[in-house]
């Protein structure tokens, strides 16, 4: 009988070939995106207001009370927008809801920063004016 040992493929070359094909596959998957809709994990980020926002348009909507009656319109009606990753509202916030005479988008938590004004509020500065 003759040795037949190196004739053919090796069971060494096609488990090495199977690993190779399958890292393909993977790595396709992921630089097409198809991984994270296969195990469903491409979820939409919701995103919220951070702490230091909030101490900005609080510094804000003081500020346009300060000025009181001369010009109401910032305080009365300003919507602060919060945005995910893809552009969607996820929330909105104005100085206070019990002044607020804007229009609330359409999308998105609605939230108060409930920054007081007393010359606002006291002479219901806010009744006249619209967004």
């Not at 040992?5 to 993977?26: D, P």
């Not at 509202?89 to 019990?98: D, G, L, S």
Request: aromatic share 10%.
């Amino acid at each position: 009988m003759s040795n037949k040992r190196g004739q053919g493929i090796s069971m060494e070359f096609i488990i090495i070939a199977a690993l190779a094909l399958i890292a393909l596959i993977v790595i396709v998957l992921f630089f097409t995106g198809a991984l994270g809709k296969i195990f469903g994990q491409q979820k939409e980020v919701y995103a919220t207001a951070t702490e230091k926002q909030k101490e900005m348009w609080t510094a804000e909507c003081t500020a346009a009370c300060s000025l009181g009656g001369q010009n109401p319109y910032f305080f009365c009606t300003h919507v602060f927008e919060v945005r995910n990753d893809k552009g969607v509202i996820t929330e909105a916030w104005v100085c206070n809801t019990a002044t607020f005479t804007g229009k609330w988008p359409s999308e998105g938590a609605q939230k108060s920063l409930d920054v007081p004004c007393k010359d606002i509020q006291d002479k219901n500065l806010c009744a006249n004016v619209k967004a």
